[in-house]
């Protein structure tokens, strides 16, 4: 991000923007991290057995970086997996039929926080396939989605959650974002929705949660 100095004109500031900046001194000390700079993800459904009558939910299954605004999400969908689960009938294995359900939701918000920090050279981890072609598509739909409603709600609509990733691939919106633009503007693989800006990332995915 461009640093907004007082002195420099370089960047246009709203008279608000640069009262505060002239009252406010800039800090870089007492500034509170976040304890892991990683998502890390637990692959319970792999294991071979399990307590009965138990489960693991929300970010103790997956946590992602608060960046992305993902784990509530993530842990309500859970929830709504798991009320499911528990009306079927079959009362058996519990902890086996929720886990198989809910790594279906977890899946999603995975590989959307995952590619996001792929985006970054100093991320770390195993990369699923595609990742980076998704990343360029996404980054090109972002870029067009400031100037395009209809992209822009289904880009906000796969953020929050509401649709599948996959619906950004119905034919309707790839032509958008796929055919030539007239300024030939190159895609910014770092200007996608997600790619926020962050220094170094890992990808933790245990396998089991024995593999640690
Ligand atoms: C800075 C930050 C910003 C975030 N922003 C967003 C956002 O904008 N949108 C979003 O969707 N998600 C966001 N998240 C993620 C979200 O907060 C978590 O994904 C969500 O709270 C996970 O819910 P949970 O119930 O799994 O865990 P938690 O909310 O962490 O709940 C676990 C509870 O268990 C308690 N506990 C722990 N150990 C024990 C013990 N031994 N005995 C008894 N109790 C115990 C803890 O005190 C805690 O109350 C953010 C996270 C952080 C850190």
Redesign the pocket.
């Given at each position: 991000m461009r640093r907004a100095s007082s002195s420099s004109q370089r960047v246009s500031l709203t008279p608000e923007l640069r009262e505060l900046l002239d009252e406010h001194p800039q800090v870089s000390g007492g500034i509170a991290h976040?304890p892991f700079p990683s998502n890390r993800r637990h692959r319970y459904e792999n294991l071979d057995r399990f307590p009965d009558g138990s489960v693991v939910?929300?970010?103790?299954i997956a946590?992602?970086n608060?960046i992305?605004?993902?784990?509530?999400?993530?842990?309500a969908l859970e929830a709504l997996v798991l009320h499911h689960t528990l009306a079927s009938d079959d009362r058996g294995n519990l902890a086996v039929r929720f886990s198989e359900r809910a790594e279906k939701v977890v899946d999603i918000a995975w590989l959307m926080a995952v590619g996001a920090d792929f985006a970054f050279p100093e991320t770390t981890g195993p990369k699923p396939r595609g990742t980076d072609l998704f990343g360029r598509y996404l980054s090109r739909l972002t870029r067009k989605a400031r100037t395009d409603g209809e992209l822009r709600e289904a880009l906000f609509r796969v953020i929050m959650m509401e649709v599948p990733p996959t619906t950004l691939l119905r034919p309707g919106v790839a032509w958008k974002v796929l055919r030539p633009t007239r300024t030939g503007t190159r895609p910014d693989h770092h200007s996608s929705a997600e790619g926020l800006s962050r220094n170094t990332s890992q990808v933790r995915d245990s396998g089991t949660p024995d593999d640690r």
């Open positions: 976040y939910v929300g970010d103790a946590s992602f608060p992305y605004g993902r784990g509530m999400s993530v842990a």
